[in-house]
């Protein structure tokens, strides 16, 4: 069965350093979605990818954040200067779903 | 906004028992989907529910939607402790399949 891989499987930075998390969704999908959840909580929608493009985004997903799709493969969400209210486990996913191992983030 | 809840938060079980977990969503949508949840892992699907009256079963686990109710349920049978995970239940906003997720219910199941 097609996976969604996601690297790394877990990031340490300090409050204020920018960290990329990278996607490799399932080839051939053409939706991509980011997703958070905070230790504990439940999973929260970040933002939907089409077509290269940002296709909705919700109120977490503020100008700290980007996502790009670099060489039409990898998928990367990109925060500029964490917090530590960051700190959370990233999911990334193709439509309908699988999602990937998730990324822990940790700011310290 | 789509608010999707989840009752029990938190469930603790005899194994052998039977019990059900309980979905609730604001809005309409005809697909619902049951995801698996172990300690600092991902998220495992378990049911994808397509339509009115969708009843899915795989082993101790079966899920049904009613979508006229806004309903969906996750009824476990003769829980086993393998069971004992976070459940998750998930709404999709019609054309996006942007997910909302409901708030998990803990299920622990005592030997």
């Known amino acids: 069965e097609p996976e969604v891989t996601q690297t790394p499987s877990h990031q340490v930075t300090q409050m204020g350093q920018e960290v990329i998390l990278r996607c490799v969704p399932i080839?051939?999908?053409?939706?991509f979605y980011w997703y958070r959840q905070i230790l504990g909580q439940k999973v929260e929608f970040l933002v939907s990818?089409?077509?290269?493009?940002?296709?909705?985004k919700s109120e977490i997903f503020d100008d700290q954040f980007s996502v790009e799709r670099p060489d039409g493969s990898n998928f990367t969400l990109k925060i500029r200067s964490t917090k530590l209210e960051d700190s959370a486990m990233y999911f990334c996913?193709?439509?309908?779903?699988?999602f990937g191992q998730g990324t822990r983030l940790t700011v310290v | 906004e789509l608010k999707v809840e989840q009752n029990p938060l938190f469930l603790s079980m005899q194994e052998g028992k039977n019990y059900t977990i309980y979905c609730n969503y604001s809005t309409t949508s005809d697909r619902l989907y049951w995801y698996r949840q172990d300690p600092g892992k991902s998220l495992e699907s378990l049911f994808v529910?397509?339509?009115?009256?969708a009843v899915k079963q795989e082993g101790r686990l079966m899920a049904s939607l009613d979508t006229k109710a806004r309903l969906s349920t996750l009824h476990i049978t003769a829980a086993v402790h393998d069971l004992s995970a976070t459940y998750f239940c998930a709404v999709d906003i019609a054309g996006t399949y942007k997910y909302i997720f409901g708030t998990g219910t803990r299920l622990k199941v005592l030997a």
């Open positions: 529910l397509l339509s009115n009256g």
């Open positions: 990818f089409y077509n290269n493009e940002i296709s909705e």
């Open positions: 080839s051939n999908h053409l939706y």
């Open positions: 996913a193709s439509v309908s779903g699988p």
